[in-house]
């Protein structure tokens, strides 16, 4: 059976720190939670902000969301879909004639679940550090996609690609005539008062307190902290904390940033994979379905999780050192979260 909230007390906070303690043992080089359950809420953490120093990671500190970004680019895309602006079902060539050689055929549902064969240009990036601190155009993001065929017919199936929101984006800026950092910021931001949450374009550092990431490079650890996000644009741009990001996910579930037919788009599962509309979505083995996003960019990785009805919900940050896939206390965190018997 499938269930829509935590079993009994909710999470234990003990079985908590330690399987964050676990992360920072096997990869990770710091870890920070926020859990919502029951009506109450709780922070814990675990490693250090900066490796060789004693300094703990801070319970509020900002990261890198990563790909949790798209999340804030389908809520704007589906809010426009609400004022009618466009539709689900519209083509993507309707509103950006030439953009894709396969847009007449290629959906706005497709894009923002993943079904629409586009290329993920990410591929085409060759780990090369000066990638992460340059520039990048979002038209050019696309067009490196859009150099090879699609991966299959639009529609047919569902494959991960970074280039439907970068398309998803630049709808957001045609149908708006604003800049898509400005939508977000005026949609979403300033309305649930997010004051930690920044989309920072070209700044390549963090702003205010925060952990330092690492990845693994000619055999030692480097720091990766800064770098430039327009590489990841609309799909992963965005920095922000645990608790703006639990504010945003309630609000979310919660009908009080997108109507409930809208709401109910976002989290029905393509017929073709396992997305809905900017979310995926996962039956633990309790029964408890969970959906969320999980972001990912060198040097940091996040989940938001939530239960449907938005009451349990769960914000993580890692900042990686040495990446072990999976991670070791990862999954004894969700199920504690979603599945757990003891008291927070």
């Known amino acids: 059976m499938t269930g829509t909230a935590a079993a009994g007390g909710g999470p234990d906070r003990h079985r908590i720190v330690r399987a964050l ?5 096997t990869g990770a080089a710091g870890a920070q939670v926020r859990i919502a359950a029951d009506g109450r809420e709780f922070t814990a953490r675990s490693g250090v902000a900066q490796l060789g120093s004693p300094q703990g990671v801070p319970v509020n500190g900002r990261f890198r969301i990563a790909s949790v970004t798209k999340t804030f680019t389908a809520t704007v895309v589906l809010q426009l879909a609400g004022e009618r602006r466009l539709t689900l079902d519209d083509p993507v060539s309707r509103h950006l004639p030439g953009l894709l050689p396969d847009g007449d055929r290629i959906t706005v549902r497709m894009l923002l679940q993943h079904s629409s064969g586009l290329r993920n240009y990410s591929d085409d990036l060759t780990g090369d550090p000066a990638e ?19 991966n299959f017919p639009p529609g047919t199936a569902s494959k991960y690609s970074n280039t439907d929101y970068i398309v998803a984006g630049l709808l957001v800026e045609h149908l708006t005539g604003r800049h898509w950092a400005t939508a977000v910021r005026d949609r979403v931001l ?16 963090i702003p205010g307190p925060h952990a330092h990431g690492y990845a693994p490079r000619d055999g030692a650890l480097v720091d990766v902290t800064a770098m430039n996000p327009s590489v990841g644009w609309a799909a992963g741009e965005i920095i922000s904390t645990t608790a703006d990001l639990d504010t945003f996910t309630e609000a979310l579930f919660g009908g009080r940033l997108l109507a409930p037919a809208q709401l109910t788009d976002m989290t029905t599962v393509s017929p073709v994979g396992a997305y809905g509309l900017g979310l995926s979505t996962n039956v633990l083995p309790c029964g408890v379905r969970v959906w969320g996003h999980t972001g990912d960019v060198p040097g940091y990785d996040t989940l938001l999780a ?38 927070p």
């Open 21 to 25: 303690d676990l992360m920072t043992t």
């Open 132 to 150: 992460l601190q340059r520039h990048w155009d979002p038209r050019d993001l696309v067009a490196m996609a859009t150099a090879h065929p699609l």
């Open 190 to 205: 300033r309305p649930l008062g997010l004051h930690d949450t920044t989309l920072p374009g070209d700044r390549t550092t």
């Open 306 to 343: 939530a239960t449907p009805d938005g009451r349990t919900r769960l914000q993580l940050s890692l900042t990686t050192a040495t990446r072990q896939v999976p991670l070791q206390g990862y999954r004894e965190l969700v199920d504690e979260v979603f599945c757990g018997q003891g008291n």
